[in-house]
């Protein structure tokens, strides 16, 4: 039994037989007690409690990072570690799993956790009419069986080497079953944190559960006070002022103000965070693959990064893929910033030239805004009119992605490249956010899923960016580093994750006050 990395997991493979994670991440010295006080921008007044729906940070970090848990969690050293699932093992295909539950758990009605709350989660993203961000992770699942209380047996449709990873998704929390419909109107879950009120959009707080299963090893606040604050300014303001302990999307034109500040600490950490502009290509002109090379060509995203970024991050070469992940392929050729290449592409799509609207805000991504002006003035010298439509804060993510033909749109990134993947581009998954199709591609996602071998996974990831970065429908200009601020009364063990924003989302639990 043991803590497996995503390099071990994949270098190990399902053949090994049990692939298992213990306890939980351990942590120096730390300290019980005060109320946390949290700014957060990433909220809007149609969030609830039910994580199908999570979007964005806010929900995110309230969600599974503290009322509920999922089966896995992705600690901040990198390594896979049993949450409520405490163990699992695979067959030699990786095609069955069997996770061991953990006893003496209980939802925050006093329910008592099992393998029935598992089961009937998980279905829950694949209900009829259920929109679920997780319905490729939980379809993926052709049988699931109770083999006892606290045991649950997984049938995939095929193998999958990262499957456990899987089960870390923010997505899939686990809600008490016979009680779902209850449990979002509440937020009932078994995480350790319990809603005292939920004003969506405004204001959370929530309390400590004496006696969880994480005492000693997660969970120190008192009581922990959500502040949705949007924007940027009024955010970092709030924390130069004192009025809250740690905010995340940092101003990067404030941050020099932020490090005189001796009582602010700026911590920063590269993932596979990136910045995104996705088009639907099943509308016209983003149906034509010759238009979408053009506009890949079209953004200087060196300029991007040094004056959106302000050098907190790195040139992308429209693939989510990122420097943190195993497979990342850097020896792609970059789809350079090239006006006359746009302006060729556009003769060879039957065009003289482009005129497209591109919708923006900056509840997409800090400076997203700006980002899209930057784009419409590189873009002129391709032959290119971009007209930036500055969208509402509130609902960008209910009312313009996925539903205009062109927009800003930020990615955490994932762990895993099949994760990444399957998450936004397989065809026909929910957050599709570009409808992008492509045979081979999709050929590709199955077969590199279900490869145990190493050298073979890599070459079949490496096609697969090639395909992407040359014709898919996203432009993709720029990975960010998460930074983000707090308090020096706040500390931490001193290694912080990278999966997410705000220590993968987990700060709630993993922080304490010094």
């Known amino acids: 039994m043991k803590n497996i990395s995503r390099r071990g997991l994949l270098k190990t493979g399902a053949a090994a037989g049990v692939l298992a994670a213990t306890g939980m991440p351990a942590v120096a010295m730390p300290k019980k007690g005060g109320t946390l006080r949290l700014g957060l921008a990433g909220a809007n007044s149609s969030d609830s409690w039910d994580s199908r729906t999570h979007s964005d940070s806010y929900m995110i970090m309230c969600g599974h990072g503290a009322v509920f ?31 061991n539950l953990r006893k003496g758990v209980t939802f925050h009605n006093g329910k008592a956790f099992g393998a029935d709350d598992v089961i009937e989660s998980l279905n829950m993203h694949v209900a009829e009419g259920a929109k679920s961000a997780a319905k490729p992770i939980v379809s993926a699942i052709t049988e699931m069986k109770k083999m006892g209380e606290h045991q649950v047996q997984m049938t995939l449709k095929a193998g999958n080497a990262d499957f456990p990873f899987l089960l870390s998704d923010y997505h899939i929390c686990i809600f008490p079953a016979g009680q779902v419909e209850e449990a979002i109107a509440q937020g ?51 924390l130069m002022t004192g009025q809250v302990d740690a905010v995340n999307r940092v101003d990067f034109k404030t941050e020099p103000l932020m490090k005189a500040n001796p009582m602010i600490n700026i911590f920063e950490v590269t993932g596979n965070q990136h910045f995104t502009f996705p088009m639907l290509t099943n509308v016209a002109p983003y149906d034509n693959v010759k238009v979408r090379q053009a506009l890949k060509h079209a953004v200087n995203r060196q300029e991007m990064v040094d004056k959106i970024l302000l050098g907190h991050g790195a040139v992308a070469n429209d693939i989510p893929i990122g420097p943190a992940n195993q497979y990342f392929a850097s020896d792609l050729p970059l789809n ?85 993947f399957s998450t936004a581009y397989e065809m026909g998954v929910p957050w599709n956010d570009s409808h ?27 096609e697969m960016q090639a395909i992407m970065s040359t014709e898919g429908g996203t432009v993709i200009p720029m990975y960010a580093n998460y930074v983000d601020a707090h308090s020096t009364k706040l500390t931490n063990s001193g290694t912080i994750g990278n999966v997410f924003q705000m220590d993968s989302s987990r700060l709630m639990e993993r922080w304490w006050f010094s």
Not at 200 to 220: A, F, I, M, N, Q
Not at 436 to 460: I, M, S
């Open 336 to 420: 350079e910033y090239d006006p006359e290449k746009a302006k060729f592409l556009l003769k060879e799509a039957g065009m003289d030239g482009l005129s497209v609207d591109l919708s923006a805000s900056d509840a997409a991504f800090p400076g997203a805004v700006d980002a899209a002006q930057l784009y419409q003035a590189s873009a002129k010298a391709a032959g290119i009119n971009l007209n930036v439509v500055q969208e509402p804060a509130d609902g960008y993510w209910s009312n313009v992605w996925l539903k205009k033909p062109w927009c800003a749109c930020y990615w955490s990134g994932r762990a895993t490249e099949d994760w990444m």
């Open 436 to 462: 992008w199709e492509n045979a081979r591609f999709q050929e590709l996602l199955l077969t590199a899923r279900a490869e145990l071998d190493t050298e073979k996974r890599r070459g079949q990831y490496h």
């Open 188 to 238: 009932i879950g078994t995480g350790m944190y319990k809603v005292e009120s939920f004003d969506p959009g405004v204001r959370t707080l929530l309390s400590r559960v004496e006696g969880h299963y994480k005492d000693g090893k997660e969970g120190w606040f008192d009581q922990i006070e959500v502040i949705a604050i949007n924007d940027s300014s009024a955010r970092m303001n709030a």
């Open 69 to 99: 848990d999922t089966m896995t969690q992705v600690a901040a050293n990198g390594e896979l570690v049993g949450e409520l699932a405490e163990s699992w093992e695979a067959t030699s295909d990786a095609k069955t799993w069997t996770f």
